[in-house]
């Protein structure tokens, strides 16, 4: 088959799919750095607390073959990583990959819904604004985005529990082991929401999408689409909304993960975050090892579906250079 | 980091106008919000830094516990120990500014380093930057630091090291983009066709001239952030421990009594956190907008 032959999607996609791998093996490179400078190797790390004889450990490492020179025990250990071997928890006991996995859903469907919500209130708010300019209830409502980004999640959380749970009794605290399965879902949508609304992404969610739909407004193409009285919103929605929406969201994952480690403790909500708040405070290597590796490769695959949409909408893309290049 | 997006005007070849008089007045009123809030923690911070406050913060007054804000004597009232809060809360900066400036320092250096190399030499220092900007950005900044907590318990100034580290692709990306904006400008050609040494040029015509106002944003910006990290840690029980007081600590402290009605312990270093960190973001869209000239309203 001849290579332009090939849909432009797949090849992008085909690239893209080979930088996301090359950053993760990157990434893991850098934990297993961080994991090879501390205090104790990985080995040392996994045999604590079972065996404290010095002279026996070193005993098992021969015993076991454990490699002595760093790169073969990076390659090793990324071999079992590829397996969905992260090893077993200090704490626990059990395999961190099973863990994890026991929790991971519960994190996707916390920032996923709060992705959701900053997005409920940062569009309406930049698109008023790209079409009216600045007017008093524009400026209000950009203000609001600022002082909103700048607050505290923590206390945003405290606030949020103390007017619905202490003063209404609308949602039980420990929402989501207390309650029986079916009902789950309404209690969940506090944390959502206090993590959508303090994640300290909006004002600038906002400041994108308006700079972007502000531009497109201005091209050439929409001036004739509104000379010839066609819709003006159908020309300028991939440009001016789809694609910066996206942008600015893949980009942002790495914050509302982070916010959802700080939410996760406020709300006593089983996910990655508190697992790795847990971890880090016990010092569960394996734990937040296995959560930085997975928090990674979620953030790898959001720019991933990013950059998918944006070639499924704009089929110049695949001939355009702009690659992973400084694009976010 | 956040990062603003480069506007294509004529940057260097500068109008003679001065960019503040023909500033927008919005921009101007969020610098001056923004310099009141940095005036306020320089003096704070010199004043916790040489302990001349009201009060001794650590001071247990069980004759005055939950003061209102306004009561005789302390200002902004009284813990749920009678711990006075205006004398802990200037305490708390200590726990960030020292730490937060190393950070910007870090990422400010490295980032301009990085982004002129991949400006300055395209092809493959360009794309090994941007392999490595790629890579600090897929980490979530908070779990990267619960890793290095994990690995090696450190204190603030090496978490500080880590917050700066992950600043660097922001700053990397800007000076890259500005750097090779700049270098199709008249002026520079000149410069290159005058004999001057490329390092000169560099450092002098693009660097000095022309992205000082770059660097001053992102280091207010950076500020901001570091704040946000060290408070998010001290509530997490990773930074500043009790009794010493740091916004965040101060805030995860008073949580029961915030849950009985007694608002103001938790509540009044969390307003500090917002006010403070609102200020440096103002401060630097401000001055994005006036110095960069970009369309931010």
């Known amino acids: ?328 | 980091m956040k990062r603003y997006s480069q506007t294509t005007g004529e940057v260097g070849e500068s109008s003679d106008l001065s960019p503040w008089k023909t500033a927008d007045a919005l921009d101007l009123v969020y610098v001056g919000y923004g310099l009141l809030i940095v005036v306020l923690v320089l003096v704070s911070y010199v004043l916790g830094a040489f302990t001349w406050l009201p009060y001794d913060p650590e001071q247990i007054r069980v004759d005055l516990l939950n003061a209102p804000p306004g009561s005789a004597g302390h200002l902004l009232g009284t813990d749920f120990l009678g711990r006075d809060i205006l004398s802990r809360l200037i305490v708390g900066i200590q726990a960030y500014f020292l730490p937060g400036l190393l950070a910007i320092v870090i990422s400010l250096l490295l980032g301009t380093t990085l982004g002129a190399l991949a400006g300055y030499r395209s092809g493959e220092v360009e794309t090994l930057v941007t392999y490595f900007n790629n890579l600090v950005d897929s980490f979530p900044r908070l779990v990267l630091i619960l890793l290095v907590i994990a690995a090696f318990k450190p204190g603030i100034y090496y978490i500080m090291v880590v917050v700066g580290v992950t600043g660097v692709p922001a700053v990397a990306s800007l000076i890259a983009g500005k750097i090779e904006f700049l270098a199709q400008k008249n002026f520079i050609e000149a410069a290159h066709v005058l004999g001057l040494p490329s390092r000169v040029i560099l450092l002098k015509h693009i660097l000095w001239h022309h992205c000082m106002p770059l660097l001053v944003i992102q280091a207010t910006i950076g500020m901001g952030e570091a704040i946000l990290i060290e408070t998010s840690l001290s509530y997490l029980g990773f930074g500043v421990q009790e009794p010493t007081p740091s916004w965040g600590n101060m805030v995860q402290a008073g949580a029961n009594y915030f849950f009985q009605g007694k608002f103001w312990p938790s509540t009044a270093p969390a307003l500090s956190i917002l006010f403070t960190i609102l200020g440096f973001h103002l401060l630097g869209d401000g001055l994005n907008g006036i110095l960069e000239g970009s369309a931010g309203k």
């Open chain 1, 1 to 328: 088959m001849k290579l332009a032959a090939t849909k432009p999607i797949t090849l992008v996609l085909a690239r893209e799919l080979a930088l996301a791998a090359l950053l993760l093996v990157g990434v893991s490179f850098v934990v297993f750095v961080i994991l090879y400078l501390s205090p104790g190797d990985p080995f040392s790390v996994l045999l604590e607390g079972q065996i404290s004889n010095h002279a026996a450990r070193a005993g098992l490492r021969e015993a076991l073959g454990v490699p002595r020179t760093w790169y073969v025990q990076y390659l090793s250990w990324l071999g079992n990583l590829l397996q969905g071997n992260f090893g077993t928890s200090i704490r626990t006991g059990l395999p961190v990959f099973g863990e994890i996995a026991r929790v991971a859903l519960s994190t996707l469907y916390l920032t996923l819904g709060s992705m959701l919500v900053t997005l409920l209130i940062a569009v309406p708010i930049a698109l008023h604004s790209s079409v009216r300019g600045t007017t008093a209830l524009n400026w209000l409502l950009t203000m609001l985005a600022y002082v909103v980004s700048a607050l505290p999640v923590f206390w945003l959380g405290y606030v949020a529990v103390y007017v619905f749970i202490h003063q209404f009794g609308v949602f039980p605290l420990t929402a989501r082991i207390a309650a029986s399965s079916e009902r789950t879902w309404p209690f969940s949508l506090l944390p959502i929401f206090v993590l959508g609304i303090g994640n300290g992404t909006v004002s600038e969610v906002v400041r994108h999408l308006r700079e972007e739909m502000s531009r497109v407004m201005g091209e050439d193409y929409i001036r004739t689409a509104r000379a010839k009285g066609a819709s003006v919103w159908r020309h300028a929605f991939k440009e001016g909304l789809l694609i910066p929406m996206t942008e600015i969201i893949a980009s942002k994952i790495p914050f509302i993960l982070g916010g959802a480690v700080i939410v996760e403790q406020v709300f006593n909500w089983p996910g990655m975050g508190r697992m790795a708040w847990q971890a880090a405070q016990d010092r569960d290597f394996p734990v937040i090892m296995g959560i930085a590796m997975i928090a990674a490769t979620l953030v790898r695959l959001g720019s991933l579906l990013q950059r998918v949409v944006y070639v499924a909408v704009n089929p110049r893309a695949s001939n355009e250079r702009r690659g992973a290049a400084w694009a976010e």
